[in-house]
């Protein structure tokens, strides 16, 4: 045999956005005052009575292995806070805990899927969807949707893509990138679907508390048992109570998909840190005004930013009603040129903008979305202002 | 002093704008009690003022600031207080504080501009009679005061980008 790397590997897209990271870190390096609205967490500090909940399990003994599927106690906490949030009951059999929803999802598909499968995912989307996919053997089904409808499909739209072959439709509400909410209607018409074609919904519910104005986050199991028994439903800590370095996501979802992803989990992980699955139990159970706190400090960070995109001319964003980003469009200014340097596409944009103004945006075609940039707001409103003047001031040269 | 007076004072001196239900709240005592305590501390001279913390430097205002050591020769029967008393009364001395060790006064005085301050101690202060010698150390930033961090401290450890 050659020492080489696996084709399944190898094929594997490289991160669209590692370039970008490492001329900022080389800005950075250097002393330069760089603005990052690129950030996928939240920029506050865990809370308090987390942290020390994660010290005082080290000295409560919890420094071993725990059940594959996670603690009683965490399991529990999951459940109660389901209850609570959504109105939902599981089991304890029901729940299964992993090293951060990713991973969740992850082992969701390597369950669900046999070589072919289909997984219908709405664009823009998360860049590891499509990876996660593949690496299961499945294929990757796009459906567009767009700005004008808030980045969301349509019924038609999405029924036009059901084959005999689709297997799952990856549902993410509030969205990483776009930050769309869907609505009830458009949950209602993809669990008909569901029930009519008998595919799984991994519902990607990681932003659930992330949710602004008079737009409420509805989770799509609620829509009735025959939906439930279809939907795994993915969440976790890190959004919601700044945890993104603990690693603790989970699902909830039938009993036999659960177990199924236990035993895949038991020979490639097994359980996560103990003392994490600790730290969550407590941000999950204890005090939720922290969520509360961050979320006002978002939806201000929003509205503003969202109102000096749409006084730049050239540029321009729909609302989000969610999570912490917003699809900023670039069209416009394709084809220009700053100083010389031609904007051929979102990733020249976002490049030529770091070069010159230290200003980081991710680039849409990461999310299937050319024609876009991804600015987050997980990032002071000092940051917001400062970055924006920046950005005013880049268009302004473009020619 | 009162348990509840020592915890208001806590209290207020990170939060002065604290309204009476929270701090009734917070101490566990009642409306009432907490707006008498308040009032007896102010007239008794414990609470002087409430006043914000600024960072001027986030301003577009000018403004230097200097320490001064300031050693004296004492004066028969009224010890430091008179001179003391001399000296604060200018309006650019902001604190005056008796010190031990090698000097006897310390003084944190303001001004516009830099040459505004020099002047001052040139002219206002090193010509007091009972002034022997000063050593003005001027102020070039400031990191922390009154337990509050003003610049610096918190670096962003997230990655730069993350999908």
């Known amino acids: 045999m050659s020492l080489t790397i696996s084709a399944k590997c190898s094929a594997i897209a490289p991160s669209a956005t590692l370039a970008m990271d490492t001329k900022a870190k080389e800005l950075k390096a250097a002393g330069e005052n760089v603005i990052s609205f690129a950030a996928g967490e939240p920029d506050f500090d865990t809370p308090v009575h987390i942290r020390n909940a994660m010290k005082d399990s080290m000295d ?6 725990t059940p594959v599927p ?17 109105g939902l009951t599981y089991t304890r059999g ?16 390597q369950t669900l899927l ?28 796009y459906i567009e949707g767009k700005e004008e409808n808030g980045f969301v499909p ?10 005999s072959k689709t297997k799952v439709f990856m549902l993410t509400s509030p969205s990483n990138p776009n930050g769309c909410v869907w609505s009830r209607e458009m949950l209602q018409a993809v669990a008909d679907l569901a029930v009519k074609h008998d595919f799984y919904i991994i519902a990607d519910e990681i932003y659930s508390k992330l949710v602004y104005g008079d737009k409420e986050h509805i989770s799509i199991a609620c829509l009735g048992d025959q939906v439930k028994e279809r939907t795994i439903l ?60 961050m979320r006002v400090a978002f939806e201000e960070r929003r509205n503003r930013l969202v109102e000096l995109i749409n006084q730049i001319e050239g540029l321009s964003c729909v609302k989000p009603d969610g999570a912490f980003y917003v699809m900023m469009n670039v069209k416009a200014l394709i084809g220009k040129s700053y100083h010389g340097t031609v904007l051929k596409d979102s990733a020249a944009f976002a490049e030529t903008l770091l070069m010159n103004l230290h200003t980081v945006v991710v680039p849409g075609a990461s999310f299937m979305a050319e024609g876009y940039c991804r600015l987050s707001y997980a990032t002071s409103m000092e940051n917001i202002v400062e970055g924006m003047k920046r950005i005013a001031a880049f268009v302004k040269e473009l020619k | ?32 009690e907490v707006a008498q305590s308040i009032g007896d501390m102010e007239k008794s001279g414990v609470i002087l003022r409430y006043s914000p913390v600024i960072n001027w430097d986030r301003t577009d205002r000018e403004r230097v600031e200097a320490m001064i050591e300031v050693r004296v020769t004492p004066q028969r029967d009224q010890g430091f207080d008179a001179i003391a008393e001399r000296i604060y009364r200018f309006d650019e001395v902001k604190t005056v504080y008796l010190m031990s060790g090698a000097y006897d006064l310390l003084l944190l005085v303001e001004a516009h501009t830099l040459k505004e301050l020099a002047f001052f101690v040139s002219t206002k202060l090193s010509t007091l009679e009972t002034v ?15 337990g509050v961090v003003f610049e610096g401290g918190k670096d962003d450890k997230r990655l730069v980008v993350t999908a």
């Open chain 1, 60 to 65: 409560m003994g919890m420094t071993r292995y």
């Open chain 1, 70 to 86: 996670g603690t009683m106690e965490l399991r529990d906490a999951i459940i109660a806070r389901i209850q609570a949030d959504r």
């Open chain 1, 94 to 109: 029901e729940i299964i805990v992993s090293n951060g929803a990713k991973h969740t999802l992850y082992t969701a598909f």
């Open chain 1, 114 to 141: 046999d070589p072919g499968d289909e997984v219908l995912i709405p664009t823009p989307c998360w860049v590891s969807y499509p990876e996660m996919v593949r690496m299961a053997g499945g294929v990757p089904v």
């Open chain 1, 154 to 163: 349509s019924a038609e739209e999405l029924a036009a893509k059901i084959t």
């Open chain 1, 234 to 293: 993915v969440d976790g800590v890190s959004k919601a109570y700044a945890m993104t370095g603990f690693r603790i996501g989970y699902a909830a979802g039938p009993q036999n998909v659960i177990k199924a992803m236990s035993n895949y989990q038991s020979q490639a992980t097994s359980a996560p840190n103990s003392a994490a699955q600790h730290a969550a139990a407590v941000a999950l159970t204890g005090d939720q005004h922290c969520v509360e706190t």
């Open chain 2, 1 to 32: 002093m009162q348990n509840l007076q020592m915890e208001l004072l806590q209290l207020l001196k990170e939060d002065c704008r604290l309204p009476l239900e929270k701090l009734a709240t917070m101490t566990g005592a009642t409306m009432e």
């Open chain 2, 132 to 146: 022997t010698g000063t050593a003005t150390h001027f102020v070039l930033k400031r990191y922390k005061s009154d």
